[in-house]
């Protein structure tokens, strides 16, 4: 066998193995992006003072509907759960300020809120009792 005497290269562009880094603009985007506002830190430090919790789903729906509730409210709702455990309810409705709040007494959380112009012609379900404040 004859061996050629030309050597033949193949330019081909290399790529790297894993992707690039976002540039920093769209890095630094995503981080505020998910960093948590004042409002949202504030409300979840009174939220664990009361013993009650919100779900995420809650929580989010009290700042959609820009519901605001200060320690006196929490101490209020925190009774309406008592009174309602005391009765042996497992689920509730708690009605207070036009707001409708569905809590799991058991769990002590709140599952779900909604205010006033929400309110109307809503069926809530697999609820046991309700509590107006």
Request: charged content about 30%; hydrophobic content about 40%; overall charge positive.
């Amino acid at each position: 066998m004859k061996m050629g005497s030309k050597i033949q290269l193949h330019r081909q562009p290399i790529l790297p193995l894993r992707p690039l880094e976002k540039p920093a603009e769209e890095a630094n985007k995503t981080k505020k992006d998910k960093t948590p506002s004042f409002k949202e830190i504030l409300q979840s430090k009174i939220f664990e003072k009361s013993g009650l919790k919100f779900s995420k789903h809650a929580q989010e729906r009290l700042i959609s509907r820009n519901i605001n509730l200060n320690e006196t409210d929490i101490v209020k709702i925190n009774n309406a759960v008592d009174k309602a455990a005391e009765k042996g309810v497992k689920d509730s409705l708690i009605l207070f300020n036009e707001v409708a709040f569905v809590i799991s007494i058991k769990n002590r959380t709140v599952i779900t809120a909604v205010d006033g112009e929400n309110l109307k012609e809503n069926v809530f379900t697999n609820i046991d009792g309700a509590v107006i404040i």
